[in-house]
T-cell receptor, first 116, second 115 residues
Framework: AQSVTQLGSHVSVSEGALVLLRCNYS??????LFWYVQYPNQGLQLLLK??????LVKGINGFEAEFKKSETSFHLTKPSAHMSDAAEYFC??????????????FGTGTRLTVIP | DVKVTQSSRYLVKRTGEKVFLECVQD?????MFWYRQDPGLGLRLIYF???????EKGDIPEGYSVSREKKERFSLILESASTNQTSMYLC??????????????FGDGTRLSIL
């Protein structure tokens, strides 16, 4: 079975500071991992994905994530926070149902606040 | 770009009503999903469909049903709405790939209030 755990439901950073959002996964097979962002009153938008190629994955808006198998982690980082980064972030792991359908298992989300 | 369109952004219904939430995607995706999102609980899968007229239960199917008569459209039905079904509902679609690396694309959500 697959699952993800996001450590910290709320994270606050100052504008210009490093952003670090934590995600640990559990998967019985080599995982495919995703980070999504959700702005207020909108759906989820894909930030980046890991599909077993390079362990350091670059996404949109200056975000990146590093896959660390030994730590079962896929933390999201950005060197310098911007006010527009304030949103909720979801980590997800891909899994297959018994019928072979592609499915995602989401964490509970981390709300990022950026302080001016 | 993939476009997933949910028919309503905001909806208010009364307890006991039958409620239909509609979702349409324009990328010929095989898979479509319905989630509900509640504070502190993240996204929970209600139902998904991997082909026309096919459906599979997710984690919380009780009180819901779905319909997929055409490939591009996936409907969520609340048979008899209750106040505990007040939530944000998100629809998503993805292409079929047993390699698992196809991400899901989401609509903007429907915020449903049951009074």
């Amino acid at each position: 079975a697959q699952s993800v755990t996001q450590l910290g439901s709320h994270v606050s950073v100052s504008e210009g500071a490093l952003v670090l959002l934590r995600c640990n996964y559990s998967s019985s097979v080599p995982p495919y991992l995703f980070w999504y962002v959700q702005y207020p009153n909108q759906g989820l938008q894909l930030l980046l994905k890991y599909t077993s190629a390079a362990t350091l994955v670059k996404g949109i808006n200056g975000f990146e994530a590093e896959f660390k198998k030994s730590e079962t982690s896929f933390h999201l980082t950005k060197p310098s926070a911007h006010m527009s980064d304030a949103a909720e972030y979801f980590c997800a792991v891909s899994g297959l149902t018994q019928t072979g359908a592609n499915n995602l298992f989401f964490g509970t989300g981390t709300r990022l606040t950026v302080i001016p | 770009d993939v476009k997933v369109t949910q028919s309503s952004r905001y909806l208010v219904k009364r307890t006991g009503e039958k409620v239909f939430l509609e979702c349409v995607q324009d990328m010929d995706h095989e898979n479509m999903f319905w989630y509900r999102q509640d504070p502190g609980l993240g996204l929970r899968l209600i139902y998904f469909s991997y082909d026309v007229k096919m459906k599979e239960k997710g984690d919380i199917p009780e009180g819901y049903s779905v319909s997929r008569e055409k490939k591009e459209r996936f409907s969520l039905i609340l048979e008899s709405a209750s106040t505990n079904q007040t939530s944000m509902y998100l629809c998503a679609s993805s292409s079929l790939d047993r390699g698992r690396n196809q991400p899901q694309h989401f609509g903007d959500g429907t915020r449903l209030s049951i009074l």
